[in-house]
C-alpha cells in the first residue's frame, strides 16, 4: 500500500495494523541533537490511548515505545528514527462475524474495492490504532519546535454531538477525560455519553488545535502552503470528515471589513486569517478545527450486504468507542506540529540566509 508517508524535510511514515504484532513509524529528517528518551512519548500516547475512561474504548494497551534507530546516548544523530509499539490486547474473534461484511460508514468497502483484499480485524490500517504512531512521532516535533523555536501546539474538544462549550479555560482542558475547557459541563458531558453508550449508538466531535509562537514566514506558496499541509495532515486522520483554518466556512458569511484582520505597530487587531496569509504564517496564533463523524462500528442492526453481494443486517460487537473524537485532541496536536516542524526546515533551507525583515509587528493584540 503506498501514501503512508508524508512531509518533505521531516518525513514520517507509519506502519502496522491494528491486530498486527505491532505498530511502527520512521521518522526521517530530524536535525541531530535533540534530547529524546524513550520515556518522553508516554504523555502524549497515554492521553491518546484508548481504557482511560468509560467513555472510551476498553481495549488496554500499553502503548510504550521502543526505539529502534537514530538516537545514540539519548540524542537524535540526523538518521531516520524508528519506533515501534507491540500490539498486546487485540481481540480478533469480535471480528469474525463481520469479515466477510462491510459495515455501513466504515472503510470496509471501500478497502475491499481498492484492494480486492482486506484484514477485517479491527479494520486493519483504518483503525483508530493507527493514529497512535502519529502521536508518537508528534512528541519528536513538539520537542524541537518548543526548544528551537519556543512554539507550543495544544488542542481541546469543541464540540461533542450537539454541546458546545459555554465559556474556556486552558487550565481544565487536562483535567477530564474529555479535553473540555469548561469544567461545569463535565458531568453533562458524561451523562451524554452514558445514555449514548447505553442505547449503541455513536456521535460526532469537533477538535480545535492552536499552535502559539509561530514565527512569521514559514509555509510554501503555492503548493506547499502552510495551511495546505495542515489540511491534508489534519484530513488524513482515520475519521476526519471536515478540516477549517482560522474562521473557515463561517467566512462565506462574512464582509471584508469583518474579516480582514488589521495591522498596527501593536499587532494583527484580529485573527480570522488562523494566523496564515498566501499560505505563510504571519506571526499570530495557528488555528485549525477539525470534525470527526460518529463511529461505524455499532451494536444497533444496519442494512449492508456481504462479500457475497447479498443483502444482510450487520451487528457490530466488541470494544468500541461511542465517540472516537474524544481521544483526537492529541492527534491532531501530532498532525500540526509535524506540519509546522517540516515547514520551518523547508522555511531555513530556502530563506536561511534572508536576515531580519522590518517592520515586524507582533502576534494578535491580547492574543
Ligand atoms: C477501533 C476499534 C477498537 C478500538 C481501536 C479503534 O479496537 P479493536 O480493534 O480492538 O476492536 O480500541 O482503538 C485502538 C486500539 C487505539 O489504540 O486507538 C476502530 O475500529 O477504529
New binding site residues.
Partial sequence: MSSNSFGKLLTVTTFGE??GPAIGCVVDGCPPGLEISADEFAHDLQR???GKSRHT?A?R?ADEIEILSGVYEGRTTGTPIGLLIRNTD??SK?YNNIAQQFRPGHADYSYWQKYGIRDP???GR????E??MRVAAGVIAKKWLLQRHGVTVRGYLSQLGEITPTGFDWSVVEDNPFFWPVADQVPALESYMDALRKSGDSVGARVNVVADGVPPGWGEPIYGKLDGDLAAALMSI?AVKGVEIGDGFASAAQKGTEHRDLLTPQGFASNHAGGILGGISTGQQVTASIVLKPTS?LRLPGATVDASGASVEVITT????PC?GI?ATPIAEAMMALVLMDQALRHRAQCGDVGEITPRIPGTIDG
Fill in positions: 491494528s491486530h491518546r490511548a484508548t474504548s481495549r494497551e487485540q481481540r469480535d480485524r479491527g479494520g483504518s483503525s483508530a490504532r493514529t497512535t482515520n462500528s466488541g470494544r468500541h468507542d472516537v481521544r
